[in-house]
């Protein structure tokens, strides 16, 4: 193997373990706080809370222009110039607050979320700051200060709202500030530590050719993004609309099991979107795209059949009270961000060759499916209706993806293995949630099948690992 590919794996490795330090930590901390979090609040003040962060992740990324994704690949481009890109991000997705901040009255007209408006706008002006700062310092391969700054947010995180719900007893007004103190921890520490402030440049040496390149790049992103959000969390909306604040409170802490399989997912696709980039197209690249899928989604697949087969037991001491009720639409989300892992793997391929305007149709048309879904099931089964649109949705987005990746290069999809493993999780699923022995016994044996599925991929991917290690070693 050559020095070059060797280092391809050593990077990426690399880069997982040092998010792994950070994020694993931090995701542990946050599982084991659900708990607390469900003996405390109400289910109504749990599905507010959610319903206000879902609103801020929406509005986000259409008035910053998803400049945070845009400053980490330009950043990642050889020769470029890091305070240009940084400073055009800031001033695009400056602008765009400006004009958030004229439209935020609009909350003012929900009543369920209109006591929090100044939170709300807090919120999202240190969660657009704290993305672009974090994605540049990745961008300028400093992963180990991002991993310091997550750790930072989330001691701080956990400790206010220790402190603002079971000391003060602030409720929702203390979780939210929670995180908007905890993200503001992580802003400075990233300032101070790369001295970020000596980054920007004057508004007259802004190379505006660049940042037309960047607008262009991260634009196409934008109805991506929304797509994607309507697939993850409009649901929540329309439960709230359907059942009430209380359900979705009910189906919000659903999500945080299959959290324990996100960490995971994205811990690994922070480390790829920085080795994706590198001479994409090549023979070389298009061999690593193919292996590390292989090896990532066996991970996937094996990790979301054993994450299933725990649920009742792990929301048995998690869920609190009448969240316990969650466990039943737990393991249609796990499905749900099995899939979906799986489709934004392929969509860093579009991402890496800066063709971001071919992701519009894939998500939007996952999105509408959703959409339509949820209409039709959320009045007839609530919860579990809303998780297995969302299934269907993600699986929408999934298929065209890996029809549209042809265009571009082969990519080995691995779907021998992929469907019938999604086949033995639905089995799996239903047997679960039965509860009763023999079901549980269908479970264990669909789990041993998906390991069996994909054991061979793994075991051959771990060898190959190994002997990457051992050749750079060498």
């Not at 008035?63 to 950043?75: H, I, K, N, P, Y």
Request: with cysteine; charged share 15%.
């Amino acid at each position: 193997m050559s020095n070059k590919r060797a280092n391809k794996y050593k990077r990426l490795i690399k880069n997982i373990l040092l998010l792994f330090t950070g994020n694993f930590v931090s995701k542990v901390l946050s599982f084991l706080m659900v708990p607390f979090y469900t003996s405390i609040l109400t289910t109504s003040d749990y599905g507010v809370s959610d319903l206000i962060t879902t609103t801020v992740l929406l509005v986000l990324p259409f008035f910053s222009l998803l400049m945070d994704e845009a400053v980490m690949r330009f950043t990642l481009d050889e020769g470029s110039e890091k305070k240009q890109v940084f400073t055009i991000a800031f001033l695009v997705s400056g602008i765009g607050f400006g004009i958030a901040l004229i439209f935020s009255p609009i909350v003012l007209l929900f009543k369920t979320i209109r006591p929090y408006y100044a939170f709300i706008v807090f919120y999202y002006v240190v969660s657009w700051i704290y993305n672009v700062i974090v994605s540049y310092v990745r961008g300028l391969d400093k992963l180990s200060l991002t991993t310091i700054a997550g750790l930072i947010h989330t001691f701080l995180y956990l400790s206010f709202n220790i402190l603002f719900l079971a000391v003060i007893k602030i409720g929702v007004y203390g979780y939210l500030l929670a995180m908007n103190l905890s993200n503001l921890g992580g802003i400075l520490f990233l300032v101070i530590s790369c001295k970020l402030y000596k980054n920007f440049i004057s508004i007259k040496e802004i190379d505006w050719k660049l940042a037309k390149e960047m607008i262009r790049y991260s634009l196409p992103m934008i109805p991506n993004y929304i797509s994607w959000w309507f697939n993850n969390c409009s649901d929540r909306y329309m439960v709230s609309f359907f059942c009430g604040t209380a359900v979705t409170g009910i189906y919000s802490v659903a999500y945080k099991i299959p959290t324990i399989l996100s960490s995971m997912t994205s811990i690994f696709s922070s480390a790829w979107k920085i080795s994706s980039v590198e001479k994409f197209g090549s023979e070389e690249s298009i061999d690593f795209y193919n292996k590390t899928y292989r090896f990532y989604s066996g991970i996937l697949m094996i990790g979301g059949a054993g994450l299933i087969l725990l649920t009742k037991f792990l929301a048995s001491f998690l869920f609190a009270k009448e969240f316990f009720l969650a466990w039943k639409i737990t393991p249609f989300l796990i499905l749900a961000y099995i899939i979906s892992a799986l489709a934004q793997f392929i969509e860093s391929i579009f991402n890496a060759s800066k063709k971001t305007k071919t992701l519009f149709f894939a998500s939007t048309s996952g999105a509408v499916v959703n959409i339509i879904l949820n209409f039709i099931l959320i009045p007839q089964f609530g919860g579990i209706g809303a998780a297995v649109a969302t299934v269907i949705g993600y699986l929408v987005i999934w298929i065209v993806d890996m029809v549209n990746t042809r265009k571009l290069f082969y990519m080995e999809l691995n779907l021998k293995r992929l469907v019938p493993g999604c086949i033995l999780l639905i089995i799996e699923i239903y047997a679960i949630l039965q509860n009763c022995m023999f079901g549980w016994c269908v479970g264990v044996i669909c789990v041993i099948c998906v390991c069996i599925l994909n054991g061979n991929t793994f075991l051959q991917s771990i060898r190959m690992l190994k002997k990457r290690v051992k050749v750079m070693r060498g």
